[in-house]
């Protein structure tokens, strides 16, 4: 992400509920703006980010800190991001198991 792009999802401090659906066409600007602007879901943007291998996995890790079913089956067309994906469902697993034994 360059600067001119951060200073943009850094000044949208509150949802921009009017550019929603057009913002959810994009999987990258979906991504970021659930990431950078919303800090939650973006459930319009799901089926678009659902469309990348990337942005699948950064959504479900960075965003949703839990498995993106939506996206899985792109996710397990890249070879690297299938990796990175079970080891984090390994974690979100390993982290519940922990949580049960509390």
Known sequence: MNAKESYTWDALEEPFTLGESILASDAKRSYEYAYYSRKAPFQLGE??????????????????????PLGEAVINTDPNYSSLYAKMLWNCSKLSRQGEKS
């Open 47 to 68: 089926y678009a980010i659902a469309k990348s291998a990337k942005y699948s996995y950064r959504y479900a890790k960075h965003v949703l800190k839990a498995p993106f």
